[in-house]
């Protein structure tokens, strides 16, 4: 879901035309898509980017790619090929049920819907990208479980190594801080009128401008994740 959003407001983004960038630029780059972030969600746009033969640059202000996404083994799915295979029959209605319990209600039940409905594409997609499963874990006696939780090799930082370099491949660019032309705050100066998106990136050494169709915020809001 939240891969087909950030490409939704890129695509909306991709109708404009013209764009005057600032004169304090010191360095200007011309791509198809900027995305700012490149955590799991900027990388997994990224990676949808160029299957879609754009050549998207990633904006990431600390040291190395992945952010917080580095850290997970796995990720909730519901309907995945591997559940099928394994006569795994967990329903969204089960997942969605067990979510609102253990939020004790306080949580938007159409968002978690969609979330879980969207779930088993995104496994699937990410399999499809070459990732292998090690398994389902649980924290409950395998009787009482959902048996959703769906545990990569290597875990999501393989995943976002997997992106990465794929990404690369394909003709994108990944800039964290060992890019040093790019690191800076990304949102600091975003400029557009009806034609075209640009964005200004201030840097410790210099200003950067990218001139491109589109460009889309993966990170979290302020307070917390999205």
């Known amino acids: 879901m939240l891969r087909r959003s950030l490409l939704t407001s890129a695509i909306a983004a991709s109708l404009l035309t013209t764009f005057s960038l600032p004169a304090f630029a010191t360095q200007v780059y011309e791509t198809d898509l900027v995305i700012i972030g490149g955590g799991l969600s900027g990388l997994a746009a990224a990676q949808s980017a160029v299957d879609q033969g754009a050549k998207p640059i990633v904006l990431e202000k600390e040291?190395?790619?992945?952010g917080g996404g580095n850290f997970p083994e796995g990720s909730l799915g519901v309907g995945t090929r591997y559940q099928k295979e394994h006569n795994i029959n967990t329903t969204v209605?089960?997942?969605?049920?067990?979510?609102?319990?253990?939020?004790?209600?306080?949580?938007?039940p159409h968002v978690l819907r969609v979330l879980i409905e969207e779930s088993g594409k995104t496994i699937d997609w990410v399999m499809d990208k070459g990732a292998q499963m090690r398994g389902i874990r649980?924290?409950?006696?395998?009787?009482?479980?959902?048996?959703t939780w769906h545990l990569f090799k290597g875990g999501a930082a393989g995943i976002i190594q997997r992106f990465a370099k794929e990404v690369r491949a394909k003709g994108g660019t990944n800039g964290g801080r060992r890019d040093g032309e790019r690191q800076g705050d990304a949102d600091d100066h975003r400029h557009h009128d009806t034609h075209q998106e640009g964005l200004q990136v201030r840097g410790p050494h210099d200003d950067v401008a990218y001139r491109c169709s589109g460009s889309t915020d993966s990170g979290s809001p302020p307070g917390g994740e999205p």
């Open 63 to 66: 040291a190395a790619l992945g």
């Open 138 to 147: 649980t924290m409950y006696p395998k009787e009482e479980s959902l048996m």
């Open 93 to 108: 209605d089960q997942v969605l049920t067990a979510a609102l319990q253990y939020h004790h209600y306080r949580a938007d």
